[in-house]
């Protein structure tokens, strides 16, 4: 079954580092996400891509985040300046459209910032 | 603006045993609904997916139905195992957006 992989699993930054997030979504799917769920609460929505570019974002998803589809296969989420509050575990997902087909996910990067 | 709370939060039962798992959402105007499943520092697997016009679904031990109208949603777990312990997630995709929104999940535990 096609799958969402991201990387790395698990990555420990410093406060005010830059950090870049990987993930491949699933190759036929045209939109792709990013959550993140803090420790103990509710996986939460960071921002929607589509037709390379941004087409939702909440208010979590202010200007020390940016999102990026380099190449055919990749998507990445920057984080240019970490803060303590950004430790989470952030999800990528990817879905076939905006409507009527599930989300897949990826198993997530584990962000710790010390 | 969409809410989606879940309970009870937390659930223990012995093997065996057939459970229900509740989801309720505050705006009815939704695309579809989605029950993952999430273990401890692991991703979220789907489970199941209802689009807004379908009453419910099944695969295997699992059944899910919703009821738009009185936004509610529940994931029947039939013959629990103990592999089954994990946090169930609900979530809706509200109508108009191409986001979701999640509950806080329950934790269930089925012991051996």
């Known amino acids: 079954e096609p799958e969402v992989t991201q990387t790395p699993s698990h990555q420990v930054t410093q406060m005010g580092q830059e950090v870049i997030l990987r993930c491949v979504p699933i190759?036929?799917?045209?939109?792709f996400y990013w959550y993140r769920q803090i420790l103990g609460q509710k996986v939460e929505f960071l921002v929607s891509?589509?037709?390379?570019?941004?087409?939702?974002k909440s208010e979590i998803f202010d200007d020390q985040f940016s999102v990026e589809r380099p190449d055919g296969s990749n998507f990445t989420l920057k984080i240019r300046s970490t803060k303590l509050e950004d430790s989470a575990m952030y999800f990528c997902?990817?879905?076939?459209?905006?409507?009527?087909?599930?989300?897949?996910f990826g198993s997530g990067t584990r962000l710790t910032v010390v | 603006k969409q809410e989606v709370t879940q309970i009870p939060a937390a659930l223990s039962v012995p093997e065996g045993e057939n459970l229900v798992l509740n989801c309720s959402f505050t705006?009815?105007?939704?695309?579809?609904l989605q029950w993952f499943r999430q273990d401890p520092g692991k991703g979220l697997t789907s489970l199941l997916l209802i689009q807004s016009s379908q009453r419910e679904q099944t695969s295997g031990r699992l059944n899910a139905s919703l009821d738009k109208s009185s936004g509610r949603s529940t994931l029947y777990i039939a013959a629990s195992q103990p592999g089954d312990s994990a946090t169930y997630l609900c979530?809706?995709?509200?109508?108009?957006?191409?986001?979701?929104?999640f509950g806080k999940g329950t934790m269930l535990l089925v012991s051996p």
């Open positions: 997902a990817s879905s076939e459209s905006r409507e009527y087909y599930g989300y897949t």
């Open positions: 190759s036929n799917h045209l939109y």
């Open positions: 979530a809706v995709r509200p109508a108009g957006y191409s986001t979701l929104t």
């Open positions: 705006d009815s105007a939704i695309y579809n």
């Open positions: 891509f589509y037709n390379n570019e941004i087409s939702e």
